[in-house]
Each structure stands twice: as structure tokens, then as C-alpha cells.
């Protein structure tokens, strides 16, 4: 089917060209990135902008580069890129992790982050870990730039603390200290190419302090803090277990769609609660698993 | 809405045109260029028929906008014969059977190809994960997997 919106579309050479498009157009332009979200949405007409903005040919925008402990994703930083990264593999385990569940491969060699989180849906797989590892969200506009962290990024479904004048010039992520061990557990309903239905990201330190994230189990991706907190410097055991899943119940709100109940989700929610926890603490004291031929666990 | 001039790379040969930016790749290699080896199956990214090879990626040529080919290299499987590894592979997977009504076929074979140029050794497990995001309806999969292994493996 041809796609039947109508739109202009402008590749530009420079960030102050970009950013004066957007000012001038507002939301009426859209910022195409990888096109796996966007492409889809133009063709069912549930977008209809004026303008499409391609940054794909400004130099540095496919970058990772990790300095002074610090990790900067460009904004046209693809899953695929994501995997291939020695330094996120190594130092951001579940990020890594969570970009191997994204799609597959042919969707992953175009799909990029900031574009994942820019379409913020309850179920964005890199939400979680951007989450835990509490990362910066680097915003651009004609008269200035400002950091928003992850956790104050997602303002409601599909919706983000971005103003339709901004552009996300890049993704920030400070490397832990000490040393930690973090997972990411996607559920779905098939093995390869689904979104999830339920995803815990879990990181654990040295001070026993837990972070958790959930994705799919309220309108937006979340922390759970209340959880953490009570988390906070114990064993994890059976009975911990036991209690913090109650305690977690509580922290999300799933409802039922296409893709399940929202009552096997609350029940899968602990049951992915305690293997997340699990698994990151044996991580803590046995190392990341070896990843085979690339592949996870 | 005003026509962009695009000039790349399809299966070797310099292709120049005048496209509009509501075109996907697919639909201008269908429909202008005569390509007819990436199939239109969901139009939406699911179902992998319409795979093509992006300066060596596999991407689906649904999501992409004919405009954004421009600079880059487009390879299909109707430029199989440029590529020694396509070729190998179209031939295990004549000889497995490894299609029945074909349609998802050349995506499948171009996922492969992507595979076995970065993994020449890829295993069982990397096939499966490879070829996740092109769906059969036919087969069942399993002389699919096993036409991709032949290859590995020789």
C-alpha cells in the first residue's frame, strides 16, 4: 500500500538548520530517525505532519563514545550498534541485554534508542535499563540546551518531556562506580519478534542498594521506588521475595490489551520480580554469564 | 510536495530518480524499478518479505523512504550474482526445499547473507535468532534452518 499522507521532507546538513526547521514548524515536523515507528504510524494516518526532519547525515550522530566513566549516546545510535558495543556490553549489561529483545535484526539495524524513547510507549524495551542507570536525556533548541533525567522523561503514554520546538541531540549515561550487577528480563509470547508484555530491569551495588524498573505494567515505564526501598540492604531470600512482590503489586497498574490480561500480568509481574533480583545478585557474585556465540545465556 | 533527487546503488548499477518523500524504498523497487524479489507482506515491519540489504544491513524496505536510499547501496536478491555467499545460500536452499510457496524466500536468504558475512560460522541458535523477524507460513522453518546451517558449514 502506498502510504498516502502527505509531508515534505528535508535531510539537513547542520544541527542550527535542524533546529531552526523545528522552532519554525513546531509539531507539525517530526524528527525521522530510524523510520520503524514513524514510517508505520504515516502509513496508518495516525500522524500527519508537514515536515520530516532527517539528521541522519550530521556528523557524529551515530557515536557512542564512553569518556571519563561517561557513556554518550548520538541520537541515531541503533540497537544494532547498541549490541556490537564492547563498552555497553561490559559496562551497561542490561541495556545491552534489553537491545538484544528489541525486534529483530532487520528492525534493529534501524530502530534507535532515542527514537524508542522519543515514541515512549508503555513497552519501550531500552526504558528500563535508561532507567535504572539513571541517564540524562540531552535536549537542543534554537536558544538553548538542557539535561532531563530519564525518570522525569516519560510524562504519560506516547508522551515525553520534550517541547515541540527541542530536538534530542544525544543520551548520557554515567558508568557505575562501584561495582554493580544488573539484568534485564523480557516476557512475550513467543520466542523472536514481540513487544513485551511484562519487562523487569533490576541493578544491584555494592551497598546492597537495588534499582528496579518496570516497562508494559502502567502507562509508563516507572521505577519502582517503594520496592527499592524496602529492598534496600536486605538478602534476598524466599520471604523477601515474598514481600516485596506485595509491595510491588501495588507500585504498578497493568491493564488488558491485545497482548495479555492485566491479571496475568500482575501475577507474571512478581514471578519476573524475583527471577530479575535473583538473577542479578547471582550475577553480583558469579559474573555475567558467558553469552555463547553472542547470544543471551 | 516537492521531488528530491536520489542517486544509489541497486544491485551495482548507478540509479538516478526523482522521487516524492511519501515513496517507500519498497514501493519504488516494486513499482518503478522493477524489483520485484522484496515482497509486500504486512507493510509494517512484522513480517520481513520485504528485507533488502542497506549498505550491507538488512532493513525492511517498508520503513524506509525512498528518499533516504540516496548515497547509500542497495542490494537485492535479484544481485545475488555479484554475491558468492547469496548464491550458496539460494543454492542449499534449492536443495533442502527450503521454501514452498517462496514469498518469504528472498528476505530470508538476505537475513542469512547478513549473518554469514559477520558470522561465517554462526550456529544453530544465531540462525534461529537471525532469521526471527522473517516469517513462514510454509515450512515450519526447520529446512530453512537447516539450508542456512548447510552453508555455514561449507
Known sequence: MPITAQFEYEKVKSWSEALSLKSAKGSSAKILAGGTDLVVLLRENWVSPDLLIDLKGLEGISDISFKNGVLTLGANVTFSDLIKSQTVKKHFTALWEAAQTVASVGVRNRATVAGNICSAVPCADSAGPLLVYEAEINLLSEKESRKIPAEKWFTGPKKTAIEPNEILHSIEIKAPVSKTSAAYLKLSRYEGEDLAQASITALLDCDKNYKIAFGSLAPTPRRAYKTEEFLKGKKIDKETLSQAGKIFEKEIAPISDIRSSKEYRLHMAKVMLSRALEKTVSRYYKGVPHYGEGMIE | ?154
Open chain 2, 1 to 154: 510536495m516537492k521531488k528530491h533527487s536520489i542517486e544509489f546503488k541497486l544491485n551495482g548499477d548507478i540509479v538516478k530518480a526523482e522521487v516524492l518523500p511519501n515513496k517507500s524504498l519498497l514501493d519504488f523497487l516494486r513499482s518503478d524499478m522493477g524489483i520485484k524479489s522484496p515482497k509486500v507482506g504486512c507493510d509494517r515491519g512484522d513480517c520481513g518479505a520485504c528485507t533488502v540489504l542497506m549498505n550491507g544491513k538488512t532493513v525492511r524496505s517498508c520503513l524506509v523512504l525512498a528518499v533516504e536510499a540516496d548515497g547509500c547501496e542497495i542490494v537485492t536478491c535479484e544481485g545475488a550474482n555479484a554475491n558468492k555467499l547469496t548464491q550458496k545460500l539460494q543454492k542449499k536452499f534449492h536443495e533442502k526445499n527450503a521454501f514452498q510457496c517462496g514469498f518469504c524466500a528472498p528476505g530470508v536468504i538476505l537475513s542469512a547473507t547478513e549473518l554469514l558475512s559477520e558470522n561465517p560460522k554462526a550456529g544453530r541458535e544465531e540462525i534461529k535468532e537471525a532469521i526471527s523477524g522473517n516469517l513462514c507460513r510454509c515450512t515450519g522453518y526447520e529446512p530453512i534452518v537447516e539450508a542456512i546451517e548447510e552453508a555455514a558449514k561449507k
